[in-house]
């Protein structure tokens, strides 16, 4: 007897979990975006270095606070280098190119991380969707994909990118993913 094809995933063992959790119709969105948070931020640890985030912190730091504003952008692409593959180079690109006439603001720092978070979850979604399309003879993949999105949706993604950033507490957006007791089970 298998433990279904989320097992032989090739992935993580969060984003197997969300994939689990969206293979079960017995899981709620919300319990899948519960699994979903903790699954992107292990992915941000393993891929981006805090070498990035401090370097991109200083130049908006320093931008924030000169009255003559100067264009940010080849500092930016000097920080390639660190920025590694995966999430580390989409937020960097999304940096840059949020940068208003090479100018970045606090906002344009969270907004790219919202962004760059977000575009892994979808491709976490579609990495799920085709492996139970090869590895599954049941209709799960059917609606994984669209589960995980609308999970995605309901996320508070924005929140934890500013977390990663460290411009919010540490605590704020992290849910426990085991349950508690008896009153913890299913929701009717």
Known sequence: MSDG???????????????????NVAFSSEEISKALIPALEQTCRDEMSPELIGGVCVLIEAQESSLFKEDVRPKLEALREVAGCGIGRTFLDNVIQL??????????????????????????????????????????????????????????????????????????????????????????
């Not at 094809?5 to 994939?19: I, K, T, Y």
């Not at 599954?136 to 609606?143: I, L």
């Open 5 to 23: 094809p989320h097992r032989s995933l090739p992935m993580p063992p969060g984003w197997r979990r969300v994939a689990e959790r969206s293979a």
């Open 99 to 188: 940068s208003p006439q090479g100018s970045a603001e606090l906002n344009d720092f969270a907004s790219a991380m919202t962004a760059a978070l977000k575009d892994r979850a979808a491709r976490g979604a579609r990495q799920i969707e085709e492996h139970y399309c090869r590895k599954t003879t049941t209709p799960r993949a059917q609606n994984t994909r669209a589960r995980i999105e609308q999970s995605i949706a309901g996320s508070p993604i924005k929140e934890l990118a500013r977390q990663i950033l460290k411009l919010d507490a540490r605590d704020s957006v992290r849910p426990t993913l085991r349950q508690q007791g008896l009153d913890d089970g299913v929701r009717l």
